[in-house]
């Protein structure tokens, strides 16, 4: 079975900084894809950046960029120039081709400070 | 607007009682899924749909069960409440042939009480 470890239950940073999340995962499968989910005070779950596993260009989304191993099957999310609207809980996600039970890590909660 | 429904926003039972909680998908998706967060928890996966068939079964309790109409909208039956079943539950829904990723909706807040 599939799993997803995020290691930082908690990380702060300062307005303008960088920081960089952690997530690893367990699979024995070559063909999958990962994501970062963003879920602030509101509750909602926002997808905020998708990485496919063939693809060894690592995804960027504005401020957003990840960090891509495969062999060592990490997943780092880092968020650069950090605003106060980044404060929320972080997801990594895990999601097999042609599969349909995304799996979800236990979240770090993230604050931004001014 | 994500595009996902979810009805009621919140909702508040006691003990032993049952509800439906409602999910309508974004325009064009086939597939719904059912998610539930309990209080600072990450996300479990309960249940799939796909064009009305069940595809998948996660963690999902006896007491629970769900469906999809032909409009592709989904209600999950939770039974029997008890205090634990106290959490977020999330709708989520995807388009096929792709993994682009789930879009969720804003939840519902279950209280038993």
């Known amino acids: 079975a599939q799993t997803v470890t995020q290691s930082q239950p908690e990380m702060s940073v300062q307005e303008a900084e960088t920081v960089t999340l952690s997530c690893t995962y367990d699979t024995s499968e070559n063909n999958y894809y990962l994501f970062w989910y963003k879920q602030p005070p509101s509750r909602q779950m926002i997808l905020v950046i998708r990485?496919?596993?063939?693809?060894?260009q690592n995804a960027t989304e504005n401020r957003f960029s990840v960090n891509f191993q495969k062999a060592a099957k990490s997943f780092s999310l880092k968020i650069s120039d950090s605003q106060l609207g980044d404060t929320a809980m972080y997801f990594c996600a895990f999601l097999l081709y042609n599969n349909n039970d995304m799996r979800f890590g236990a979240g770090t909660r993230l604050t931004v400070k001014p | 607007d994500s595009g996902v429904t979810q009805t009621p926003k919140h909702l508040i039972t006691a003990t032993g009682q049952r509800v439906t909680l409602r999910c309508s998908p974004r325009s064009g998706d086939l597939s719904v899924y059912w998610y539930q967060q309990s209080l600072d928890q990450g996300l479990q996966f309960l249940i799939q749909y796909y064009n009305g068939e069940e595809r998948a079964k996660g963690n999902i309790l006896e007491r629970f069960s769900a469906q999809q109409f032909p409009d592709l909208h989904s209600e999950l039956n939770l039974s029997s409440l008890e205090l634990g079943d106290s959490a977020l539950y999330f709708c989520?829904?995807?388009?096929?042939?792709?993994?682009?990723?789930?879009?969720f909706g804003s939840g519902t807040r279950l209280t038993v009480v």
């Open positions: 989520a829904s995807s388009p096929p042939g792709t993994n682009y990723g789930y879009t």
């Open positions: 990485q496919e596993a063939y693809k060894q």
